[in-house]
């Protein structure tokens, strides 16, 4: 209810959350697009798979597009962090949906130093920006400070996530 999603899968941490969307959700002939200051968990849990991987110059979605317009595969996911851990600064949420949207792409956010921190209620990126991403994961480890992960989505995707993600 916290984070307006239909469904919320909880994992033991939010690198385990990562891993179980990437590896249970891309299949062999899926294009990843990958913003190059994503955090470890996300670039791991595509270079365990053998989708194809792409990343993009850090929030450079000009490029995004132009490798999105190349790409011949019939699925595409788009992978991002929601606030970088590194530099602090924020995805351009609105215009990944958008760019998602136009590309049947599928859009994945790890809002792990979002939740808690942005928003009103502190909900993270979504709220901040009022609109939400088809797969939101986090950790509680930032912000809340315990231990654990989640992924957000839709009924469809958390189910799949029960049936065939590993590290769930």
Known sequence: EFLNFPKVL????????????LGSLLQRNTAVFVDKLSHASLIDGVKLNTARFKRYPHNKLAILEKHLM?????????VTDGVFSMDGDMA???????????????LLVDDA????????????????????????SGG???????????????????ENLIQFARPY
Do not use: W
């Open 10 to 21: 909880v994992f033991s941490t939010g690198y385990m959350a990562n891993l179980g969307i």
């Open 70 to 78: 190349q790409s011949i595969s019939r699925q595409k996911f788009i």
């Open 113 to 136: 130093h979002g939740i808690g921190v942005l928003g009103k209620n502190g909900i993270g990126i979504c709220e901040l920006f009022r609109c939400k991403p088809d797969i939101l």
């Open 92 to 106: 351009l949420l609105p215009s990944l949906i958008e760019i998602a949207q136009k590309f049947s792409s599928t």
């Open 140 to 158: 509680f480890g930032k912000a809340f400070g315990c231990f654990g992960g989640f992924v957000a989505s839709n009924e469809v995707i958390i």
